[in-house]
Nanobody
Framework: QVQFVESGGGLVQPGGSLRLSCAAS????????MGWYRQAPGKQRELVAV???????NHDDSVKGRFTISRDNAKSTVFLQMNSLKPEDTAVYYC?????????WGQGTQVTVSS
């Protein structure tokens, strides 16, 4: 069973930065696709960024140029560097691990962008 430890969320002013981390255990991390979704109040969960086992990345258009996903296979951890944050980035951010079409989810971490 996959277990996740997410960290790095919090309250930040518009224009600020945060770095989310998600450490996974119970899997062979290096062979999994990893990613981040977010869910704002009253909205559906949406994909933010994904990184393949080979390191290929894809970012949603709403965060391109501001957010960067990366991974450290030696630490079984995926990161989301978030810069130039906007109030509309406020959401609960969930990491996930995917293989064979099956996703496992982290518990989520709150990101609030407000002055």
């Amino acid at each position: 069973q996959v277990q996740f430890v997410e960290s790095g969320g919090g309250l930040v002013q518009p224009g600020g930065s945060l770095r989310l981390s998600c450490a996974a255990s119970g899997i062979i991390f290096s062979i999994y696709t990893m990613g981040w979704y977010r869910q704002a109040p009253g909205k559906q969960r949406e994909l933010v960024a994904v990184i393949s086992s080979r390191g290929s990345t894809n970012h949603d258009d709403s965060v391109k140029g501001r957010f960067t996903i990366s991974r450290d296979n030696a630490k079984s951890t995926v990161f989301l560097q978030m810069n130039s944050l906007k109030p509309e980035d406020t959401a609960v951010y969930y990491c996930y691990a995917e293989r064979g079409g099956r996703k496992s989810w982290g518990q989520g971490t709150q990101v609030t962008v407000s002055s």
